[in-house]
């Protein structure tokens, strides 16, 4: 029988702990399990970020988060310059948990009322590409004046404002509730500015999310996602990107 020698190339087809690798003239050892540097899966990624902005907010911090639905693909592509983010709420510290005051449409109608939603939820990577945390410059008399407007609110249960009516207090969306409760609470030395909206050619998507005619959004004053926090009496903290 012929003897192999040391020198001689041999290919060998090794499984080791389910991955296939090519072994060719070394004689270095395949690592073993051990050895193996651990992977991190998405999800504990994904949570770790989420980890991390709980850690960094503060109440009345802004928080912004990018659906992965259709409609907020969409909905971002309105704000001018910065067409990251597709939602915005505030962030409020009550018993040691973190919640998000904010408002968004229903198409049954049932839950398009102002929310106080669990940071947990309001982030949630599977339902968003990611997030970030802005910060207002407000004092603490402000930043308290800020979160019982949006705290009545919530409490009075105003719905979401489908025809973005600036001038109507009865509903509201979410960066107008925002600009208004700003604006109240800072003696209207935060004021969010507005924005006409006269891009036709995006009008199909507001006509298929909000149900609107032409004729009633066209040439609309608006508060896009990005007014929110680019403007001097905002700070953008941090931005997350989750894996998926």
């Known amino acids: 029988m012929l003897s192999i020698k040391k020198n001689v190339c041999n290919i060998l087809l090794v499984v080791v702990t ?16 051990k050895e193996q ?5 998405l999800v504990s990624y994904n949570d770790s970020l989420v980890d ?8 009345g911090d802004l928080v912004l988060r990018t659906g992965i639905d259709y409609s907020s693909e969409e909905i971002k592509t309105i704000s001018p310059i910065d067409k990251t983010y597709s ?12 919640f998000v005051y904010h408002i968004e449409p229903d198409y049954y109608h049932i839950r398009d009322k102002v929310r106080k939603e669990s940071i947990d939820s309001f982030c949630n990577p599977a339902r968003n590409y990611g997030i970030a945390i802005a910060r207002y410059h407000l004092n603490i008399e402000q930043q308290q004046r800020f979160i019982d407007y949006l705290e009545l609110q919530y409490l009075k249960t105003i719905p ?38 006269n891009d036709k050619s995006k009008f199909k998507i ?15 004053e608006i508060i896009p ?11 953008v903290l941090k931005r997350y990107l989750y894996l998926h």
């Not at 540097?37 to 899966?41: A, F, N």
């Not at 996602?225 to 700070?235: E, G, V």
């Open 37 to 41: 540097k651990p992977v991190i899966s």
């Open 87 to 98: 939602h915005g709420g505030i962030a409020v510290l009550e018993n040691n948990d973190l």
């Open 18 to 33: 389910g991955w296939y690798s090519l072994s060719g003239c070394n004689d270095k050892p395949l690592p073993t399990q």
């Open 225 to 235: 996602i990005d007014h929110l926090f680019l403007n001097p009496h905002c700070t």
């Open 52 to 59: 991390d902005a709980r850690d960094l907010i503060r109440n």
């Open 206 to 220: 507001i006509k298929q999310y909000l149900k609107l005619k032409e004729e009633d959004f066209i040439n609309r």
């Open 160 to 197: 979401f404002d489908g025809n973005f009516k600036l001038e109507s207090d009865d509903s509201l969306y979410c960066s107008e509730m925002i600009r208004k409760g700003l604006a109240k609470s800072t003696g209207n030395r935060i004021q969010i500015p507005t924005y006409r909206f």
